[in-house]
Each structure stands twice: as structure tokens, then as C-alpha cells.
């Protein structure tokens, strides 16, 4: 090839760089490096066929093999394709941040890098998110994992759905779709990616899903053990008490002061009435082993109570401080005329 063939070529991949980016495919990679080839091709088949503007971001999450190395591969044949390396790995929720905060799409789309969540069924993600859904969740209706992944991920999902009222058959799901306002709104850290529908939902955003296609893994072996279930469960009572109470956290926990506080008045209240009647019956002082239980319990309500309410207060404080650099609402549209707070009006 010509020099000048040569440069007229980087110039028009520049160019294709530049354009408005329609779908951001977010992929977190660990020790990925088998699978890699196989889903950029797939992904490119995917764009090709429906000629979408596309960008794929790997994010590679401390891996130890040589996921990092294909990645470069693969970013110089396609400038399309970008590399993200963290310095270790930081999970899976922070890899999905540092994508979110490099893509450039209106749409966002997230997808596991080991080949069993299919690129075919992109198109019908965009199909439901132009239907007007802001955040749409896969459902792996048929799973090909094994049983002792399946079945708890199935009681996992049905008490999110329970405690959140966000009804979703599979809330762990890696393939998800999100319209890019939902990720500037929605707060990500720890390990709460899993949870975006539910607090996407908690700010108003319209959540949807769909069936999907899983594949049965080809390379490598599951991330996950017994312990993705304990830390899921904390990090449920987690999102229930910050879609829940995030604003008002005194509701919950001084709500929860006051009825120990009270069950310690009572119990004491109890305990007086029937020491002043064994006394001004027998004139003897009778104090049983189980009425002497019952005023240690009665105490520690009491205190368990002030220390509650005591909690409230300054979680009140704090959150009151914090809420005046974050929105308690969400905008879905403005007329024209209207302008954003501290915006002038005037042309």
C-alpha cells in the first residue's frame, strides 16, 4: 500500500471514529483471553448486519492471563474497539463504571465476556428500548449452568423481586440495555451493578425484559462461588434501605428506636405495677428470676432505643448536607421554554 494510500486510510478510520456513536457495548473481561476473538467477530457480524454505529469497550479487570494483550490486538485492526485496563482487579462493578464513564453511546449495553451471553440478540434489546423502556434486564429463561448456580440465583431473584417490587425474573443477569441518562442518574460502587434496574426503577425510569438466548460456557470456568449469594443478600438490605429510606433515613430507624423505647417503657411500667401489688399485698419484696431477666431486657430496649433515634438524627444530618449537590428528582422532559436550574431564561 502507498503512502498515500496509506494515509488517506488512517484518516477515514479517524473519521469513522468521530461519528455520533449510537450503541456503547460494555463488555468486563478476567482471564478472557479464549473467548475474546470469538465475540468481537460475533459483535462485528451483528454490527455489519444491522449497520449500527458501534463502539465496544473492554474493560480488563486485573486479568493474569493474556485477555489484556488480545484486547490490543484487537483495538489496532478496529479503532471501534477500545481498551480499558484497571491496574488489579476491582470487580465487576467497577469495571462496568470505567466503561460506563469511557462510552460515548446513546444506548449503553452490557454483556459478559465468556461467549454465553449471544450478540445476535442485540437488535431485540434496542427493539425494547424503542418501545419506551429506559432500562431493559435478559431473562436466561433456559440456563445452561449448573443446577447448584441455577437454583439459588432463583430464590435470590424472587426476594429481590419481592423486597424491591421491581418484578424480574433473572436480576442477575449480565446482558442489559440502559439509556445513557439512566447510568449519569444512577449511582455504581461495590457490587450493586446487579441492581441498576431496581434503582433505575426507584428514580422513575421505565424497566423492561426480555427472553434471551444463553449459551453453555465454552472457555474457561464460572467467577462466582457460594460467596456471590451472601454478599448479594447484604447488598439487597443494602439497595432496600437506599431506594427505601436513602432520603429520610430517620423513618426507618427511628421508627425502629421508638418501638424498642416503647417495649422498654412498658416492660419496666409492667414490672413497677407488679412489684407495688406484691408489696402492698405480702409486704415482702419477691423478685423472681424471670422478672429480674425481663428488667435487663427492658433496659437495653431502652437504650437500644435512644441509640437508634440518636442514629437517625445524624444519618438526617448527613444526608441533608449530601442532598444539596444531588437531585432527589428526575427530569423526563422539559418544554421548550423551560431551562435547567440555574440557567438563564433568556436567549
Not at 477515514?12 to 473481561?29: H, Y
Not at 462485528?44 to 449497520?51: I, S
Not at 409486704?283 to 435487663?296: K, M, S, W
Request: glycine letters at 8%; hydrophobic letters at 40%; one cysteine or more.
Amino acid at each position: 500500500m502507498s503512502t498515500g494510500t496509506e494515509t488517506a486510510f488512517r484518516e477515514q478510520q479517524a473519521d469513522c471514529t468521530q461519528e455520533p456513536v449510537q450503541l456503547s457495548v460494555v463488555i468486563p473481561v478476567h482471564n478472557e483471553e479464549e473467548s475474546l476473538p470469538e465475540l468481537y467477530r460475533q459483535l462485528d457480524d451483528v454490527r455489519r448486519e444491522h449497520e449500527y454505529r458501534m463502539e465496544v469497550l473492554l474493560v480488563d479487570d486485573g486479568s493474569t492471563d493474556c485477555s489484556w494483550q488480545v484486547i490490543e490486538q484487537l483495538a489496532r485492526h478496529d479503532p471501534t474497539v477500545h481498551g480499558i485496563r484497571l491496574r488489579r482487579n476491582f470487580g465487576k462493578a467497577a469495571a462496568l463504571r470505567a466503561g460506563f464513564d469511557h462510552a460515548r453511546g446513546e444506548l449503553v449495553l452490557t454483556m459478559d465476556g465468556d461467549l454465553q451471553d449471544d450478540p445476535a440478540e442485540i437488535p431485540r434489546f434496542l427493539e425494547a428500548i424503542r418501545e419506551g423502556y429506559d432500562v431493559v434486564s435478559g431473562w436466561k429463561r433456559v440456563r445452561h449452568d449448573p443446577w447448584h448456580k441455577v437454583w439459588p440465583s432463583r430464590v435470590f431473584n424472587w426476594m429481590v423481586s419481592r423486597l424491591t417490587g421491581v418484578k424480574l425474573h433473572d436480576h442477575n443477569c449480565g446482558m442489559k440495555c440502559y439509556r445513557r441518562e439512566v447510568l449519569q442518574e444512577v449511582p455504581l460502587y461495590g457490587e450493586l451493578h446487579r441492581f441498576v434496574p431496581v434503582l433505575a426503577a426507584a428514580r422513575g425510569f421505565r424497566v423492561g425484559e426480555i427472553a434471551i438466548h444463553h449459551r453453555p460456557r465454552k472457555f474457561g470456568k464460572s467467577k462466582y462461588g457460594v460467596k456471590r449469594f451472601v454478599k448479594g443478600f447484604l447488598d439487597l438490605l443494602t439497595v432496600k434501605f437506599i431506594t427505601g429510606y436513602g432520603y429520610r433515613p430517620q423513618h426507618l430507624l427511628g421508627t425502629l428506636g421508638l418501638v424498642a423505647f416503647l417495649l422498654g417503657f412498658l416492660g419496666l411500667l409492667y414490672l413497677t405495677v407488679l412489684w407495688f401489688v406484691s408489696r402492698m399485698g405480702t409486704g415482702e419484696e419477691v423478685v423472681h428470676l424471670h422478672q429480674r431477666a425481663l428488667f435487663y431486657y427492658c433496659l437495653a430496649a431502652l437504650l437500644l432505643g435512644g441509640q437508634l433515634i440518636s442514629i437517625g438524627f445524624l444519618a438526617e444530618l448527613i444526608t441533608a448536607h449530601h442532598a444539596r449537590s444531588s437531585d432527589v428528582y428526575s427530569v423526563a422532559q422539559r418544554t421548550a421554554a423551560a431551562s435547567a436550574p440555574g440557567e438563564s431564561s433568556h436567549a
